[in-house]
Each structure stands twice: as C-alpha cells, then as structure tokens.
C-alpha cells in the first residue's frame, strides 16, 4: 500500500494564478484533512472532509476550496494564489475509529511569488 | 487563541539523556493527546498517544505523562539518540465518540537535538 500520497511534491506560482493539489489515500479512510504548515506555527487544518462528498471548514479556510468526488481522494485548490499561501501543504487521512489515528502524506511545498 | 501550547521550541540533549516536551491545553472537550514526529521534508507520523482515563503510557523508550487537572502532558524520550533528532509535535483532538471529528490541534513543534 501507498498509503496517503500528494501530487505535486513541489510548486511555484505567481500571485493570482490558480491550483490544485491533489491527495490520494488507498486504505479505504472515511475521513481526509488538508493541513498547512509554516514555521513555527505548527500544523493548521484547513478544511476535512468525513466522506465522500462531503466537506467541511476548518481553522484557516478562507482562500481555499475543496473537493470530495471520490473516497480516495480529496482535492485542495487555490483559486487565486497570495503570498501568504506559500506554505507546506500535508493531506491527512483516518478510519472514524473512536480515536481518530491520522496517516499523514509526504508534503507538498508551494512557493507564491 | 492558541488551544495547545508547546514549550520548549527548541531542546538540545546529549546522547543517552532525557528528552522532555511539554504541552498544555484549554479546550477541556479535548480527549484524545497523540505526538508526531517528523523528519525534514517528510510527512509527520504518529509516535504515541494518550486518552485521559489514563496518567501515563510507554512505549519502548518514548512515555506520555498526563495530567488532566493541570490539562498538560509531557513526552519523555528515555536514552535519547541522535536518530530521535526531529520535530516533535504535540496535538489534541476530541475524539469521534465525543463527537469529534475536526481534525486536530496541534502544538507549534520541538525542534530536537540528540548531541552525540
């Protein structure tokens, strides 16, 4: 198994252009998170997802957009991309056990110029 | 507001000692207490976890110390060695069956140091 896996690894915009980060889980997770990471704030939930078709804000929402047409998948765009989304960007995944195990992606770094 | 507070942000520790990280929280929903580690440019990935019915829990070298009327826990890595240099993140959550499922809060992360 592949586990939870980003595409891109590594991207660069320029400020207005848009994007989509792509998440794929093969373990079957109801639950998928996108997280963003910048230094020395630690991770921040950005939106999730308890399953298919369903989606959900979380603490730092605004200037996201996500999609949940597949189990497998959960999908992060950028509509508009702003400096201030440079970041690191890590997709989560669980099973909705009572205490919720998450399995974490290998990242994907954005740079807005 | 911070929910979850983590202290040291950075530790350097010689080989074989103890490493210590702290953490304390304000959410008293909160009911689940895992740790991360994570390696440069990797993903971070569960190391351990707690749930407040108990004080402690170990793990070969790795142990939770938890104190729910102070709402802190600590993670203790017992004989610290330079493989165990990473960041260190702590998180809580309300669980599913609290009705929980918004992912979770975590610290600002430990930058470790194993000195050999």
């Known amino acids: 198994n592949a586990g939870v896996t980003q595409t891109p690894k590594f991207r660069v915009l320029k400020t207005g252009q848009s994007m989509t980060l792509l998440c794929a889980q093969d373990?079957?997770?109801?639950?998928m998170y996108w997280y963003r990471q910048d230094p020395g704030m630690g991770l921040r939930l950005i939106h999730y997802?308890?399953?298919?078709?369903?989606?959900a804000k979380g603490e730092v929402p605004d200037g996201y957009n996500v999609s949940r047409l597949k189990k497998q998948n959960f999908l992060l765009g950028l509509e508009s991309a702003a400096p201030s989304q440079t970041s690191v960007y890590f997709c989560a995944s669980s099973r909705p056990t009572p205490y919720n195990e998450q399995f974490f992606g290998p990242g994907t770094r954005l740079t807005v110029l | 507001q911070q929910q979850v507070k983590q202290s040291p942000q950075s530790l350097i520790v010689q080989k074989g000692g103890i490493s210590i990280i702290n953490c304390a929280y304000e959410n008293t929903a909160f009911d689940y207490f895992p740790w991360y580690q994570q390696f440069p440019g990797k993903g971070p990935a569960l190391l351990i976890a707690?749930?407040?019915?108990?004080s402690e829990k170990k793990e070969g070298r790795f142990t939770i110390s938890f104190n729910k009327s102070a709402k802190q826990f600590s993670l203790h890595i017992m004989d610290s060695q330079p493989g165990d240099s990473a960041t260190y993140f702590c998180?809580?959550?309300?669980?599913?069956?609290?009705?929980?499922?918004?992912?979770?809060?975590f610290g600002k992360g430990t930058h470790l140091i194993i000195q050999p």
């Open positions: 998180a809580a959550a309300v669980s599913l069956s609290g009705g929980g499922a918004d992912g979770l809060t």
């Open positions: 707690i749930r407040p019915d108990v």
């Open positions: 373990m079957n997770h109801e639950y």
């Open positions: 997802s308890v399953g298919e078709g369903t989606t």
